[in-house]
């Protein structure tokens, strides 16, 4: 598993078992809406202030894998 990936977050006691970033509440989602919705990454940052890049990039890297996995 790369490094990104081990700031996202599966647990059945946090937001419902939604992947989150860092077991700190923040869907992986709601950040993917975020920034489809035309937020720029610093956006994002200066929003939710206990984000890292690093948890930004880790949004968008599930998101690739998830979709490489449902092709295969």
Known sequence: ?????????????????K???RSLRYPVESILEYLAGGDSM??????????ERDDLLACLEFARCSLQLKSQ
């Open 1 to 17: 598993m790369s490094e990104l990936l081990a700031r996202i977050t599966i647990s059945p006691e946090v937001c419902h078992g």
């Open 42 to 51: 610093e956006d994002v940052l200066r929003e939710f202030p206990d984000l």
């Open 19 to 21: 992947p989150v970033i």
